[in-house]
């Protein structure tokens, strides 16, 4: 009878625990779909045996059937890590992408018009204008044409300088994800260890929801992740702790007074009353794979955007070395310097023919004493149907006039120069600060067109047109085969273009290793509705198998008591 009420127990186990299992496919079949949901598979286990007798032999034993050892959440730690570093990278190299895009479209798509079709139309006004200094018609075309360029000039300029303060309130963006997402880990590691500290029940859909975050924090920054013992997971970011099972160190955002640009920092190791921050990103090692310092949307956004904006003061005359550890890293700033290079020489050149220099040392009046400084060329200068002097400039300074008037002791006047001064941005012939002279705008025939004999500047014109095809001239550092002005602005193009195509190939091949490592972690952790229905049917007739098997030992007794 013992054995008989113990084979009752054996089945009614069976019944329980392929319905349990039956539940947990139906959950599995159930979230197929759910995006980071992790299978769940189910392990069996012998219950305690019932010893009888002891015998040399063999034992004899009864067993009290079957029991779920336990419910698995299968993950590979490995596949995870390759998976996490991975998306980093191919976030980096996308959001690069894009930015050089963006560069793109600010001078192919101004007002239906490229924009190298107004420069273009700019250096061809040369041309008619040599045909005839003295005539009002072509002096107004110089005008016309120049007003087009600067505007022009000045809108793809100011289209980059919005591109950037959109990449900065990305970044500032980037940088609270960042906090929010460390916040919901730590918040699912305090409910992970409370559940599971009994060693009972695990704590599966909260570790779906923390594997999920980690993902996604995974393609906003390098991340470094490691479980203890307790269910607790620790987070590095950029190889700073970010997170442990109590504390969330939070990345701040220090916003620049003078270009509201914000950088991510670490407070907890920066000096705030000595305003010393340390960045959370270190731009001093090179980017690259073999350091794993390309991960991370935020610190692709950081570096495409720059510090500030780009003049040609972080070109020209800029070492390659230094180059390419400051402006050169960052598609913005080193679009902005090399477009401002090339008006600032194109400006220059331009003026320098209407207003030439020469060098000249005397005492002022005052006994100030100038020594080889700069003074408008009046042998070599033309002037404007005016005769005012000095020769016009074309193109000016906002708030900084060409020349200083000065009178020297022997009585003669002459026209300092006002040198540019990188301390003082006013003085700079940058797209920020230039404008075509206002004098000219309202008097064009002011344009110096006449020699000082009174005659058409047919040399001076003549310069003007040859000026565009003079080969002296290199994009960035790293151009060591000087160019003209036609030539300048294709070869930096071309450079954007190549800049692009490299970040778009790396991006496109790394969509594609972290499309694969995703298969592979779907085979691990996925749902396969084919699998699920097989098991579906296996603990389905295991099940009727246990109610038949609870029919034959009911029948069993009862036989055995009704005959008895």
């Not at 007798?53 to 490995?78: M, N, P």
């Not at 992408?97 to 560069?103: E, I, N």
């Not at 009178?407 to 006047?413: F, H, K, M, R, V």
């Not at 692009?500 to 991006?507: D, F, I, K, Q, R």
Request: charged share 25%; proline share 2%; with cysteine.
């Amino acid at each position: 009878m013992a054995n008989g009420m113990g084979s009752l127990y054996i089945g009614a186990s069976g019944l329980q625990n392929s319905q349990s299992a039956l539940n947990t496919t139906a959950n599995n079949l159930a979230n197929a779909d759910t995006k980071g949901y992790v299978r769940q598979q189910v392990l069996f286990a012998d219950r305690n045996y019932v010893n009888f007798k002891e015998s040399a032999i063999s034992k004899q034993q009864a067993g009290l059937g079957l029991a779920i050892a336990d419910v698995v959440h299968t993950r590979d730690y490995f596949l995870d890590k390759y998976y996490r570093t991975e998306n980093g990278r191919q976030s980096f190299y996308e959001t690069n992408y894009l930015a050089v895009r963006d560069v793109e479209d600010a001078f192919q798509e101004l007002e239906g018009e490229t924009y190298q079709k107004t420069l273009e139309n700019f250096w061809d006004c040369f041309a008619e204008f040599k045909k005839g200094p003295n005539t009002e018609v072509y002096q107004n075309l110089v005008i016309q044409k120049a007003t087009i360029f600067i505007e022009r000039s000045q809108a793809v300029y100011q289209n980059m300088k919005e591109y950037q303060e959109r990449i900065n309130i990305k970044v500032k963006e980037g940088i609270d994800r960042i906090n929010e997402l460390g916040h919901t880990i730590q918040k699912l590691n305090q409910e992970i260890m409370r559940i599971e500290s009994g060693g009972v029940e695990t704590a599966m859909t909260l570790r779906d929801e923390r594997d999920n975050a980690l993902d996604e924090l995974s393609s906003l920054a390098k991340v470094d992740f490691k479980e203890d013992v307790n269910g607790a997971v620790r987070v590095r970011l950029e190889n700073v702790e970010f997170l442990d099972e109590i504390h969330v160190f939070e990345v701040e955002g220090v916003k620049d007074d003078i270009t509201g640009f914000i950088t991510p920092v670490w407070p907890q190791l920066s000096d705030r009353g000595k305003d010393d921050y340390v960045p959370m990103f270190n731009f001093t090692l090179d980017i690259s794979p073999e350091f794993n310092t390309d991960i991370g949307t935020l610190k692709a956004l950081v570096l495409s955007r720059g510090d500030h904006v780009g003049t040609y003061r972080d070109v020209t005359g800029v070492p390659a070395d230094k180059y390419n550890d400051g402006a050169g890293m960052s598609t913005m700033l080193s679009a902005e310097a090399e477009l401002d290079q090339m008006i600032h020489e194109i400006v220059t050149a331009i003026n320098d023919i209407f207003s030439p220099t020469t060098t000249k040392s005397f005492t002022g009046v005052d006994g100030t004493i100038y020594n080889n400084v700069k003074v408008w060329d009046e042998e070599k200068g033309c002037l404007g149907k005016d005769g005012e002097k000095p020769g016009r400039e074309l193109f000016s300074r906002r708030g900084c006039e060409r020349y200083t008037a000065v009178t020297a002791t022997d009585g003669e006047t002459y026209y300092v120069y006002n040198e540019e001064d990188s301390v003082d941005n006013s003085k700079l012939y940058t797209l920020q600060n230039l404008t075509v002279n206002p004098d000219l705008l309202q008097l064009e025939s002011g344009l110096p067109h006449l020699d000082k004999t009174g005659q058409p500047a047919w040399d001076m014109a003549k310069e003007l047109v040859d000026v565009w095809d003079k080969k002296q001239y290199l994009v960035n550092a790293n151009d060591t085969n000087p160019c003209d002005f036609k030539g300048y602005y294709q070869r930096m193009m071309d450079g954007i273009g190549t800049k692009g195509t490299v970040y778009m190939g790396l991006a496109n091949d790394l969509e594609g290793e972290v499309a694969s490592i995703e298969n592979s972690r779907q085979q691990v952790f996925g749902v396969s509705s084919d699998e699920e229905l097989q098991n579906m049917i296996k603990y389905q007739s295991a099940y009727n198998a246990s109610s038949r098997f609870i029919n034959v030992i009911s029948e069993m007794l009862e036989h055995l008591i009704t005959q008895l």
